[in-house]
């Protein structure tokens, strides 16, 4: 389940640049693939979480 949303994401912010991944640190690699072809549509707040709804 986890490795079709990731699949789905990267999908969706191919064809739109405005899709964004704001995500905390996961320690895993779930979201290598939009890190890797969508960087700056991918934020990872680290072990800051608090910081994200600010971010958002």
């Avoid at 986890?2 to 064809?15: D, P, Q």
């Avoid at 899709?19 to 991918?42: I, K, N, S, W």
Wanted: proline residues 4%; contains cysteine.
């Amino acid at each position: 389940m986890r490795n079709a949303f990731a699949a789905a994401l990267v999908k969706a912010a191919r064809s739109d640049p405005r899709v964004v991944l704001l995500t905390g640190d996961h320690g895993y690699a779930l979201f290598d693939e939009m890190r890797r072809v969508c960087p700056g549509q991918y934020i990872n707040a680290g072990v800051a979480e608090q910081n994200m709804v600010g971010v958002a």
